[in-house]
């Protein structure tokens, strides 16, 4: 049935609109069509009702900082229907051999590097390995990828992730959120809500507030400096994984499960060998002062996504 629009509020679904007609309205009794216009206005606060509350950000994680809440998440490539699902399954049909054709599940999550820049990457888990790729979702194609063996995984950690105790990052992040919160002001012209936005409140230090995984295989190695400072080095031996910013913005519990790092959590665990060491507690990410990686954060330089003229 076509959608119909009212004057005020969303559309109205007549299918649960309910008619009542009685023996004792006559046709000319202005009272008669009370149950209809009652339908109606009964349809019509149900279907508000309905709007409001997918339009709520869920609140199934005790988090205070949304990740990227001043961004339309809807520019997001992976925000548009199918397009996750078709990426998975072209990574499952690329790089997973005969061999490893047993998947046990894959998501779409936010991988964060040893410098703390976040980037979007597909995981394919099989009973054998992780696969995380850096897929192309506007051009659809696979860009790169890192297969780890889980029999070589010797450590699994999951908790909050946590900046350093002499980490400049967080102290950066509340400055950035304070000029954030007067730019948006002045550019609304909401110059009544411009004392809020100056406050103090606005510039304190940031954590991310945010939970994650690790899986190392270092087997308790330090790494070597020449690695450790180098932003440009590879084959660092752990992987870290926070949910993806579309976990936050998704109504239902089966559309924000592909974006949930719980699941690849839950699901791992089983599969790893008797001899890794399963923990829980905080997972440090070594920024010190983070001014590039704040940058790029911010700015979801690592996400695929709709930059006015320019997307990637």
């Not at 046709?27 to 606060?45: C, E, L, M």
């Amino acid at each position: 049935m076509d959608e119909t629009y009212f004057d005020e509020g969303p559309a109205g679904n007549f299918e649960t609109a309910t008619l009542e007609i009685t023996k004792d309205h006559d046709g000319n009794d202005p009272n008669s069509s009370t149950s209809v216009t009652n339908g109606i206005n009964t349809a019509r606060r149900n279907t508000e009702n309905e709007v409001n509350a997918a339009n709520q950000i869920p609140t199934s994680k005790n988090v205070c900082n949304i990740p990227f809440k001043h961004i339309d998440i809807h520019s997001f490539f992976t925000d548009r229907n199918e397009v996750v699902e078709r990426a998975l399954k072209d990574c499952q049909d690329s790089l997973i051999n005969e061999e490893e054709k047993d998947v046990v599940g894959s998501w779409l999550l936010t991988e964060i590097s040893l410098w703390d820049v976040e980037k979007e990457r597909l995981i394919v888990l099989t009973k054998k390995a992780l696969y995380s790729v850096k897929y192309d979702f506007i051009s659809l194609k696979i860009l790169e990828y890192n297969r780890v063996p889980l029999s070589e995984i010797d450590t699994l950690v999951s908790g909050e992730l946590v900046y350093p105790s002499t980490s400049l990052a967080p102290r950066l992040s509340g400055l950035a959120e304070g000029v954030s919160s007067i730019f948006n002001c002045a550019v609304r012209q909401e110059w009544s809500s411009l004392t809020s936005c100056t406050g103090l409140a606005q510039f304190e230090s940031r954590k991310r507030y945010i939970s994650g995984i690790r899986l190392m295989w270092n087997r308790g190695t330090p790494l070597p400096l020449t690695k450790k400072w180098n932003p440009f080095a590879k084959n660092i031996p752990w992987l870290t994984y926070t949910s993806h910013p579309l976990y936050w913005y998704k109504g239902s519990e089966a559309d924000k499960a592909k974006f949930d790092v719980d699941g690849l959590h839950a699901t791992i665990i089983s599969l790893l060998s008797p001899e890794c060491a399963i923990r829980t507690g905080s997972i440090i990410i070594e920024n010190y002062f983070g001014l590039g990686a704040l940058v790029h954060n911010r700015n979801a330089l690592g996400f695929f996504k709709i930059r006015g003229k320019v997307s990637f």
